[in-house]
């Protein structure tokens, strides 16, 4: 039974670029939440993904954007990358938007690093 | 003030203590989620709860819902578990919150 599996693990990009990372849920997960995580912090909700809609968001601005497919997978859109975007970012799958206390399941996350 | 606070955010132990990483929270909560991060970044759940006291092998979370406060025990540390332990709390939405983590380090 395969996890969450984000791709790609590792990905350089320029200043003012766009990237687009990848998550595909665990097996039975319908919600899909994606994090922020800079060095030495905690990770920071970004939004989250339920029935192919963003349903929650977090403190982020207008360039993060998302996508949920109808298989659950979703992706992570950052229009006019800063180098403040650079951190880890972590998705996290769960049933029914994580509520009624079913558990998440992360993956490895993709490490971004704007130069 | 951050809705999720973690103590200690740094931990040094020798092999074999008993070790205590303490969570407090100020929002309500439907359940409270501890987490493992070994370097490179990949998160572990390690227990979900909303009440009373959990137990895995060496692992035991306590949480009183009362105080806004939780638990995560480590018995026999052991080199291994050294890693960045992160408490989470869930919220009625069903998003996480997190701490800034704990970095433990345990010496042989």
């Known amino acids: 039974d395969a996890g969450v599996t984000q791709s790609p693990t590792h990905l350089i990009k320029t200043r003012g670029q766009q990237v687009t990372l990848r998550c595909s849920p665990k097996s039975g997960h319908d919600t899909v939440s994606w994090y922020q995580q800079a060095l030495g912090q905690g990770p920071q909700f970004i939004f989250q993904y339920y029935e192919e809609e963003e349903r929650q968001r977090g403190n982020f601005p207008d360039r993060f954007s998302g996508h949920q497919f109808p298989n659950y997978s979703s992706e992570l859109n950052v229009n006019a990358l800063l180098l403040g975007d650079s951190a880890l970012y972590l998705c996290?799958?769960?049933?029914?938007?994580?509520?009624?206390?079913?558990?998440?399941?992360f993956g490895s996350g993709t490490r971004l690093t704007v130069v | 003030k951050n809705e999720v606070e973690q103590s200690p955010q740094n931990l040094t132990a020798q092999e074999g203590e008993f070790i205590t990483i303490n969570c407090s929270y100020s929002v309500g909560i439907s359940a409270l989620h501890w987490l493992q991060q070994h370097p490179g970044g990949g998160i572990v759940s390690l227990f979900m709860?909303?009440?009373g006291k959990k137990k895995h092998g060496r692992l035991i979370a306590t949480i009183n819902i009362q105080e806004k406060h939780s638990s995560l025990h480590i018995t026999a540390s052991h080199p291994r578990d050294s890693a960045v332990y992160i408490c989470a709390v869930g919220g009625s939405q069903g998003n996480l919150i997190f701490g800034k983590g704990t970095k433990l380090s345990v010496k042989p």
């Open positions: 996290a799958s769960s049933r029914n938007m994580g509520r009624l206390g079913y558990g998440y399941t």
């Open positions: 709860l909303s009440s």
